[in-house]
């Protein structure tokens, strides 16, 4: 499995901003999904997940209640809706993938994709 993420960029704080994650392999509706992100001199940190059929997911305390992630089995597509972001949310957001899960530990995801910088201006 492939990944790429995309959709990054400079949004204010209080806008919104779609992070997409494209995949490809034709097995790639069975794996779980997901986000993680790294700040600048922090390390990287999960902020939301997505089963293989979109019915679970969780987030980091961090982000929940602002982001939504969701999946587009038949485009082989995932997404994060990032509502309100906060400065706090600038990082590098990468997508990552595994036959389980979705975990929230870096070592719980085989496949991971380059990453899209999301910047938070206040």
């Known amino acids: 499995v492939q990944l790429q993420a995309s959709g990054g960029g400079l949004v204010q704080a209080g806008g919104s901003l779609r992070l997409s994650c494209v995949a490809s392999?034709?097995?790639?509706?069975?794996?779980?999904v997901g986000w993680f992100r790294q700040a600048p001199g922090k390390e990287r940190e999960f902020a939301a997940g997505?089963?293989?059929?979109?019915?679970?997911?969780y987030y980091a305390d961090s982000v929940k209640g602002r982001f939504t992630i969701s999946r587009d089995n038949v485009k082989n597509m995932v997404y994060l809706q990032m509502n309100s972001p906060k400065p706090d949310d600038t990082a590098v957001y990468s997508c990552?993938?595994?036959?389980?899960?979705?975990?929230?530990?870096?070592?719980?995801?085989?496949?991971w994709g380059q990453g899209t910088l999301v910047t938070v201006s206040s």
């Open positions: 997505i089963s293989w059929t979109g019915d679970s997911t």
């Open positions: 392999g034709r097995t790639f509706s069975t794996y779980a």
């Open positions: 990552a993938a595994d036959r389980y899960g979705p975990g929230s530990r870096l070592r719980e995801y085989r496949y």
